[in-house]
């Protein structure tokens, strides 16, 4: 089974903070992904990895910077938490197939700013 | 410009009838289409995929999807609802790694 973690699921942080949430993957997936989920908007990318230290942005990457410096953990930085950054993040990961890009999902990180 | 539309933000059905979520999509070349569910407070789970095999799809948990390139959709079906199929539903359209674009997502709540 493949197994896709996030290092918390509730996380309440105030604005201005500096905030790191953790993806750990363990199916040597060369791609890595974060999402924000907010309710009818569907899943909003905020930065892809294809590969270590390699990082393409997404549609929404303002206000966000990530890390990959290893294949397998994939960190997204919130560089000063503000109140309209509220919201599911939910990191995913998957092959570099040429026509099956399966993603994989972690259990999402619930992220308040106050 | 590729897109993913759901038809309907919510759909309710009586437990043991059928349920049908609607999956429209625009792209310029047969991409790839999958079906991800949600329970409450958990990550997506992949239902079903197409990728250029046999138009109709099964999945898990009963599921299953037709493409129809004609009509650009790929609504999914089920033949009689169950409680726990309650959850948020969403229609993903792939054209590569990189590009994957998910729908706005359907609520499923399923009435005794």
């Known amino acids: 089974d493949v197994k896709v973690t996030q290092s918390s699921r509730y996380l309440v942080k105030r604005t201005g903070e500096k905030v790191f949430l953790e993806c750990v993957q363990d199916?040597?997936?060369?791609?890595m992904f974060w999402y924000r989920q907010d309710p009818g908007l569907g899943l909003r990318l905020i930065y892809f990895?294809?590969?270590?230290?390699?990082?393409e942005k997404g549609d929404i990457p303002e206000g966000y910077s990530v890390s990959r410096e290893k294949k397998e953990r994939f960190s997204l930085i919130l560089e000063s938490a503000s109140t309209n950054q509220t919201s599911m993040y939910l990191c995913?990961?998957?092959?570099?197939?040429?026509?099956?890009?399966?993603?994989?999902f972690g259990p999402g990180t619930r992220l308040t700013v106050t | 410009a590729q897109s993913v539309t759901q038809l309907d933000s919510h759909v309710s059905v009586s437990e043991g009838t059928p349920v049908l979520l609607r999956c429209n999509y625009s792209?310029?070349?047969?991409?790839?289409l999958f079906w991800y569910v949600q329970h409450p407070n958990k990550g997506l789970q992949l239902l079903l995929k197409?990728?250029?095999?046999?138009?109709l799809v099964k999945g898990i948990n009963g599921f299953e999807a037709e493409f129809k390139k004609s009509e650009t959709s790929f609504h999914l079906t089920k033949p009689s609802a169950h409680m726990s199929d309650a959850a948020e539903y969403f229609c993903?359209?792939?054209?590569?790694?990189?590009?994957?674009?998910f729908g706005s997502g359907t609520r499923l709540s399923i009435r005794p």
């Open positions: 995913a990961s998957s092959f570099w197939l040429a026509d099956n890009y399966e993603q994989y």
């Open positions: 199916m040597d997936h060369e791609n």
């Open positions: 990895s294809y590969d270590v230290k390699m990082k």
């Open positions: 792209s310029s070349y047969s991409p790839s």
């Open positions: 197409y990728t250029s095999a046999a138009t």
């Open positions: 993903v359209v792939s054209l590569s790694a990189s590009k994957i674009i």
